[in-house]
């Protein structure tokens, strides 16, 4: 089950990442020649939001998350996420949706931040 929501953020060369947003969950388009469909350029992570004993949410090691993922990206050849906006992003995707994080013990929502590369090769 998915969201009713996605986050994206674009790279490109002189302005590296840049135009982050929220937008609804939708297909998305990609050039036939894409480097992450031919070369497997492609990395995620997997993190969990998860409620409080006090009905808040809560991202289970975030900053690791994001740290992981900057490290792994350059063996990728792909520029690493930016680790302050790539925090933002998640928290601005969770608190948007956080209707979908459960409140059942040992439940939580899972989280897939993604890297691919889209150029095409």
């Known amino acids: 089950?998915?969201?009713?929501?996605?986050?994206?953020v674009d790279w490109?060369?002189?302005?590296?990442?840049?135009?982050?947003?929220?937008?609804?969950?939708?297909?998305l388009p990609i050039d036939p020649a894409a480097?992450?469909?031919h070369y497997?350029?492609?990395?995620?992570?997997?993190?969990?939001?998860?409620r409080g004993a006090d009905?808040?949410?809560r991202l289970f090691r975030l900053d690791r998350h994001v740290r992981r993922m900057g490290e792994g990206a350059p063996r990728l050849c792909?520029?690493?996420?930016?680790?302050?906006?790539?925090?933002?992003?998640l928290l601005a995707f969770v608190d948007l949706e956080r209707k979908w994080v459960p409140t059942g013990a040992g439940t939580a929502l899972y989280l897939r931040?993604?890297?691919?590369?889209?150029?095409?090769?």
């Open 78 to 89: 792909i520029p690493s996420p930016d680790p302050t906006l790539m925090r933002n992003m």
């Open 55 to 57: 009905g808040g949410v």
């Open 12 to 27: 490109t060369a002189g302005r590296g990442w840049h135009d982050a947003r929220i937008v609804p969950r939708a297909p």
């Open 1 to 8: 089950v998915f969201t009713d929501h996605m986050g994206l």
């Open 113 to 121: 931040p993604t890297l691919f590369a889209t150029e095409p090769f």
């Open 35 to 37: 480097a992450g469909l």
């Open 40 to 50: 497997g350029q492609a990395m995620f992570e997997g993190l969990k939001a998860f």
